[in-house]
């Protein structure tokens, strides 16, 4: 069966600090892979996803950045973390012509 | 993707039937309908998908309108577990890859 891993759990961090959050996916290959964010009190986000190995697209400008250094892996950077990039980060895959997304357990992340 | 309109929030007590509604009236021929659930600190997780026929699974069931401008997500016995955000999203098929629009969703609240 297929399982995907977040880590950490939850984050606390400075303004201007950087940022990694890393979502690997098991028992599947070549998922489409996806970054979504989720502020306090808001709806869900979609920010970025991926097709392949190295193939990023990005929903909405911002301070953040992914990569897929791997078929299975993608991680959520970013040079200068903001106050306003707090929030609930979940990561989520799907396997094409399935339509269903699955998502991980989420990174809360807290910047102070 | 085509907008979708549901209730803010809805309540219904623990084992008996709930029906979520949700309206689409611009869905084009080939938007899926999507339901997703998120329980509280968690993802979101997939619940059901449908075209035009209606669709049970182990989950819920989903009846679709014959102009497909409206569904209803059924739950047949609620409990306090099914408490929760319930997002209907529509996704293009011939989109792709492309990550899925959530709304605020309908808040379930089941009363025991």
């Known amino acids: 069966s297929q399982t995907i891993h977040q880590w950490p759990a939850t984050l606390v961090q400075p303004v201007g600090s950087p940022l990694s959050l890393e979502c690997t996916v098991e028992?599947?290959?070549?998922?489409?892979l996806y970054w979504y964010r989720q502020a306090a009190g808001r709806g869900l986000q979609l920010l970025f996803y991926?097709?392949?190995?190295?193939?990023i697209s990005s929903e909405v400008p911002q301070n953040l950045s992914a990569s897929r250094p791997q078929d299975r892996q993608f991680i959520l950077s970013s040079k200068k973390l903001l106050l306003s990039d707090s929030g609930f980060y979940l990561c989520?895959?799907?396997?094409?012509?399935?339509?269903?997304?699955?998502f991980g357990p989420g990174t809360r992340l807290t910047v102070t | 993707d085509a907008k979708t309109t549901q209730p803010n929030s809805m309540e219904s007590n623990e084992e008996e039937p709930v029906h979520l509604p949700c309206n689409h009236s611009t869905i084009s021929g080939t938007d899926y309908i999507h339901w997703y659930r998120q329980l509280p600190s968690q993802g979101p997780e997939y619940v059901i998908h449908?075209?035009?026929s209606n669709v049970n699974n182990r989950m819920a069931s989903l009846a679709i309108a014959e102009d497909r401008k409206s569904s209803t997500l059924i739950l047949h016995r609620a409990t306090l577990r099914d408490a929760a955000v319930y997002y209907c999203i529509l996704r293009d098929a011939v989109r792709g890859a492309d990550g899925l629009t959530f709304g605020k969703g309908t808040h379930l609240i089941i009363q025991p």
């Open positions: 991926s097709v392949g190995i190295g193939q």
């Open positions: 449908g075209l035009t």
């Open positions: 989520a895959w799907n396997n094409p012509p399935g339509y269903e997304q699955y």
């Open positions: 028992g599947t290959s070549n998922p489409n």
